[in-house]
């Protein structure tokens, strides 16, 4: 006895449109509704001329940003849809901002090697400095944020107190630490805080890692 045949796939029976990728249907669709408008201007007695083309052209932009515009809307009225996983995506978040970070130490690292050979001028380098450094605190901020840091990371931030004599330092970074240290320093925190014995900046109760200069604190 032959077993029953296997009911067709969604794909094959909604047609050969499914299964080509979403931009390329999309693409498709708009291309059939320039011809289509471009036909009904035909159809009205226009002329093949460079104002009906723009025209037919300027229906579809049209039709295309209110399509858009309802994706916009649709994602901001749904929070998240079923399928997400939250945790998934704040490692994803975390990891982008560790990478991000690396790329702003690398980046300010070869700034000052080109601006010590004389390849940029002073007024470049501060501008270009000033700009990577207020990202560099920002970045900094965000994974403070976070749950954990990656290893790698952890050791770049330990390694940065060490480097502070001869080596690189993101600049700005100890300064703002210290004006926060200071701060702290004369307000009332009211709970008690952990105090960093490399930077004496103050953490919050439960915190594993200075959040100032980024070593571990002690037990």
């Known amino acids: 006895m032959t ?7 969604t794909a094959a029976a909604a047609g050969p ?18 011809l289509l408008i471009f036909g009904v201007l035909l159809g009205m007695g226009a002329a093949v001329e460079a ?21 916009i809307v649709h994602a901001l009225a749904v929070p998240h849809g079923p399928g997400v996983d939250l945790e998934r995506v704040g490692g994803v ?5 560790e990478d991000e970070f690396q790329r702003l130490l690398r980046s300010i690292k070869e700034l000052e090697f080109d601006h010590e050979m004389g390849k940029i001028s002073d007024r ?14 920002e970045v900094m901020r965000g994974l403070e944020q976070t749950e954990a840091l990656h290893p790698e990371l952890q050791r770049l931030l330990a390694l940065r107190e060490e480097e502070r004599s001869g080596g690189f330092v993101v600049p700005g970074l100890q300064s703002e630490a210290t004006a926060m240290g200071d701060s ?6 009211g709970p008690v805080r952990r ?5 004496d900046g103050r953490n919050d109760a439960d915190a594993k890692f200075c959040k100032h200069c980024g070593k571990e604190l002690a037990a």
């Open 3 to 9: 077993a029953p045949p296997a009911p067709p796939s």
């Open 17 to 34: 449109l499914a299964a080509l990728p979403r931009w390329l249907s999309q693409a498709l669709g708009f291309i059939a509704l320039g």
């Open 51 to 71: 104002p009906t083309v723009a025209l037919a052209l300027a229906g579809v932009a049209l039709v295309f940003a209110v399509w858009r515009m309802f994706a």
């Open 93 to 97: 978040r975390r990891a982008g901002l």
């Open 124 to 137: 470049d380098f501060e501008e270009m400095e000033t700009n990577y450094r207020a990202r560099a605190i």
């Open 184 to 189: 702290d320093e004369t307000v009332d925190d």
């Open 195 to 199: 105090v960093c014995a490399a930077c």
